[in-house]
């Protein structure tokens, strides 16, 4: 994947930064006043399971006092956190999940979005530490350094960004309890040995370079510990390994996306799926699935590869949904960084038929519920496994397209797009850029 950066250093230049901020600029100054259409992308799914969980009042009851615990301070994170209406996010995504299962979830995907919002919140993302009231002093330097008195600081901002990346990471590695599987090297020395031995617990590691728990900590990832106390209690090695993974694609994503939205680069279309797909929640919720409907596919199942498709495809149609309805927020903002498909798929076009693109992104849509139809056929036209694994598999294919029907609900009415005054009566959007 190419990198947004000129040297051999990694550090971004003054004058490949202006290249990148006139790109930008032009890219979004040739769509803005274009008229378009984003047909209805219901009948896609013509035939998907969709539903409303009917614990959704009950949950709501709840997140409002965990969204107090984890953000009892007024930041402009709070508000724009309040806009995704998570009880009602989690009751389309997850319409079968009992009342317990589902406070997980929830609670679960707020964890994900906030620390998404963290990293790619434009302003000064200071944390609170609710635990003592005051800001703590690991106050990650988040933010998109712009202009060009500021242009010197890029490579130091993308540290930030890996600093709070690999504290998150270690973190989550902590609670769901799954560390490296190689063995720590025998020292050379008595005097090694100890060096090392400080060194391990200085760090917070223990004696076989096993994360133990942080000394210090923001408040926003010291609020996955409960989350995955839950998730410890109910689930294996095997799928807590495959949760920790699809987080840990998330983070890396999120912050390779920031790192470009920082330098201004125009990604190629490529570059950016390679980033979609990871900064995606659809990896980790889909690797939550048998939470959410106490079910258990065996891990020799989900290794499958038609399973693996499944879970990919379902990625691929949700992050296009969202894509597509975001398009009006993405032209409304102020912003002069584009991480969106349909714009960069535009400039790779030659600026020709933005109409063009999104029709074809539809088309992109389409395409893969096809795809996961019929692997999803194969899968379920013969035994994998014993008898017992069957309605398993069958509620595990189930709970993906829900997750997709969920998804598109969800974010057509959401106050995170914001497409109320665009809707049409015949189901379709349609706006000026």
């Not at 901002?157 to 190689?182: I, M, P």
């Not at 510990?225 to 983070?251: P, W």
């Not at 999120?254 to 979609?276: D, F, L, P």
């Amino acid at each position: 994947m190419s990198k947004p950066f000129s040297n051999t250093t990694g550090e971004l230049t003054e004058s490949t930064q202006v290249q990148n901020e006139e790109a930008s600029t032009k890219l979004i100054a040739s769509l803005k006043g274009q008229t378009v259409t984003v047909p209805d992308l219901r009948p896609i799914f013509s035939g998907w399971p969709s539903g409303s969980n009917p614990n959704q009042a009950a949950l709501a009851k709840l997140m409002v006092k965990w969204v107090i615990s984890l953000l009892p301070w007024k930041y402009v994170t709070t508000q724009r956190f309040l806009t995704y209406d998570l009880p009602w996010f989690s009751a389309l995504w997850w319409p079968r999940a009992e009342l317990h299962e589902l406070y997980i979830l929830t609670c679960f995907i707020g964890w994900l979005f906030l620390w998404h919002d963290t990293v790619s919140e434009p302003l000064r993302a200071r944390v609170y530490d609710s635990r003592t009231h005051a800001h703590d002093n690991r106050d990650y330097t988040l933010n998109s350094r712009a202009g060009a008195k500021n242009r010197r600081d890029h490579s130091e901002n993308s540290t930030d960004y890996a600093k709070y990346g690999t504290d998150t990471k270690d973190f989550l590695r902590h609670c769901l309890q799954v560390f490296s599987e190689e063995k720590a090297s025998k020292p050379s020395s008595l005097k090694e040995g100890i060096k090392t031995f400080w060194t391990n617990i200085s760090t917070g590691r223990g004696l076989n370079n096993h994360y133990a728990v942080p000394k210090k900590l923001n408040s926003i990832i010291h609020g996955f510990e409960s989350i995955g106390d839950h998730i410890r209690a109910v689930y294996t090695i095997e799928q807590r390994k495959t949760l920790l993974d699809e987080i840990n694609k998330h983070i890396d994503s999120t912050i390779e996306m920031q790192v470009y939205r920082a330098s201004h680069t125009v990604a190629s279309v490529n570059s950016y799926w390679e980033m979609r797909m990871g900064s995606s929640v659809c990896g980790a919720a889909t690797a939550l699935l048998e939470l959410a409907n106490k079910i258990r596919v065996s891990f020799t199942i989900m290794e499958d590869d038609e399973v693996k498709i499944l879970v990919e495809e379902t990625n691929k149609i949700i992050s296009m949904t969202n894509d597509l309805l975001s398009l009006q927020e993405f032209a409304q903002g102020s912003n002069s960084y584009i991480m969106n498909h349909v714009p960069l798929a535009f400039a790779e076009q030659g600026h020709k038929d933005v109409q063009l693109v999104i029709d074809q992104a539809v088309d992109f849509i389409r395409a893969a519920v096809e795809r996961f139809d019929s692997t999803a056929t194969w899968l379920l036209s013969g035994p994998r496994g014993d008898l017992t694994s069957q309605p398993h598999l069958r509620a595990f294919i189930q709970g993906c397209r829900e997750n997709c029907t969920g998804n598109l609900e969800w974010s057509l009415a959401t106050g995170r797009y914001g497409l109320q005054d665009v809707l049409q009566a015949d189901g379709s959007l349609s706006f000026v850029l």
